[in-house]
Nanobody, 118 residues
């Protein structure tokens, strides 16, 4: 019912910055939580960050202080600002939406590749 489309991925040098966007279908979109996940080659998918409907954020320790998640409900878009990127940040990044307060995710995007070179 809801489609999520990530954009903004690409190739960046270590120490650089990149901003990912995730646009949800429709001009009206409401969710309890929007989250970012990533999956590197040979690794399990891992949580990166989430933002609640009220704007409260939560980050994985690995990205805390470097990444910032934000949300623009009017544009049905969630962002992930990534600073001080490291090669270990290289992964496919996925956004997801959870409609309920149980913190489960009901919709997922196709993912966008982020590659950080040394």
């Amino acid at each position: 019912q809801v489609q999520l489309v990530e954009s903004g991925g690409g190739l960046v040098q270590a120490g650089g910055s990149l901003r990912l966007s995730c646009a949800a279908s429709g001009r009206t979109f409401s969710s309890y939580v929007m989250g970012w996940f990533r999956q590197a080659p040979g690794k399990e998918r891992e949580f990166v960050a989430h933002i609640l409907w009220n704007g409260n954020n939560y980050y994985a320790d690995s990205v805390k202080g470097r990444f910032t998640i934000s949300r623009d409900n009017a544009k049905n878009t969630v962002y992930l600002q990534m600073n001080s990127l490291k090669p270990e940040d290289t992964a496919v990044y996925y956004c997801a939406a959870g409609l309920n307060s149980d913190y489960t995710y009901d919709y997922w995007g196709q993912g966008t590749q982020v590659t950080v070179s040394s």
